[in-house]
């Protein structure tokens, strides 16, 4: 049997098939080439009216609207910062200083933003409240903010040492630097507390008012003591003046713990009598005073000069105002050679700063 018909049909077949993909690619050919020609014919449509606007005006950009932020009573403005700020957070620890030749309680409390009076209670054992037993070497306790520093004894409770030293209960154990269990405070004896705005009576360490009438009883402090009875003599004018030529304060100024002014004298410069009066002691004194030259003006006013290298008026004499009593030195208990100055009236402390011109 002769199969060419079934040849030609399936040629004829894919004959049909080729030509209708051809057709169909001619079709998508067409359709594009049509689409781009519409678009171009667009594009010049709009040229030539661009044109011919441009050709009577000239050309112009359109500008944006000017961006303006709402603005509200309540938003926040921050500026940009560059730099880190790293925060200082206070000190709650004990650090130890020693003592420098020159130092003074008064100025290594300043050094430390904190009041002498910390100092002495933060050291009890080195200076045993006495701010002239300061010497060069010694460690001391610096606390971190004023206050008392107490060694825990047996048998103590935290509302008998609160009480101690006029503190709330709570102020010691708030303190972070106690490390205390807040529901439960232990404390074992030996252990070092720092009690914050504590305070305490301070043992001040100096030489009774001595009156002219009754000079025989400076004879228990010390060498210098006088033992007569001075009634009568010069009477002060009642205006005081510097008792050296130095008017410099160096060392401890006045405060609780120092009742007196510590003033820039050298050993061996003259030291002049603040006011006229009756010397009723004269040289050396016990307590760490050194020499000492005390003056009865005679109107209530007592002044006393201390740490002398050596005095130039005795028992009973009537000296002047401007006059030399003693030179300047660094006896008794002292860190360096300076004026100790004290003034008093009516058996009580004077800042001399108040009465000095």
Known sequence: M???????????????????????????????IWAT????????????????????????????????????ETSLSRQANIYTVFPVRPRVDVVRYTVQTGDSVFGIAGEFNLKPETLLM?????????????????????????????????????????????????????????????????IDPGTWITIPDGTRA??????????????????ALGPGGCYGDYSGGAVGTGGFIWPSSSHEIVGNNYWSGHLAIDIAVGIGEAVWASDTGVVVFSGWSYGGYGNVVMIDHG?????????????????????????????????????????????????????PMYVLP
């Open 2 to 32: 002769d199969s060419r018909p079934e040849f030609y049909k399936a040629a004829r077949k894919h004959w049909l098939a080729y030509g209708l993909y051809a057709l169909l690619a001619l079709a998508g050919l067409l359709t594009s």
């Open 37 to 72: 020609w519409l678009n171009v014919s667009s594009a010049w449509a709009v040229d030539g009216l661009s044109s011919a606007h441009d050709a009577s005006s000239p050309t112009s950009i359109p500008s944006l609207p000017v961006y303006a932020p709402a603005q509200s």
């Open 122 to 186: 933060g050291n009890y054992s080195v200076l045993n409240d006495n701010p002239h037993l300061l010497r060069p070497g010694q460690e001391l306790n610096i606390l971190p903010l004023d206050g008392a520093y107490y060694e825990w004894k047996d048998g103590d409770r935290i509302s008998m040492v609160a009480n101690r030293f006029h503190v709330e209960v709570q102020d010691i154990v708030d303190w972070v630097g106690n490390d205390l269990d807040p529901v439960n405070p232990q």
């Open 202 to 219: 301070l043992t001040l360490w100096l030489i009774p008012t001595i009156a002219r009438g009754s000079a025989g009883v400076g004879g």
């Open 299 to 351: 109107n209530g006013w007592l002044t006393l000069y201390a740490h002398l290298n050596g005095v130039a008026v005795g028992c009973g004499q009537n000296v002047y105002r401007g006059q030399t009593i003693a030179w300047g030195g660094s006896t008794g208990n002292s860190s360096g050679p300076h004026l100790h100055f004290e003034t008093r009236s009516g058996g009580g402390f004077v800042n």
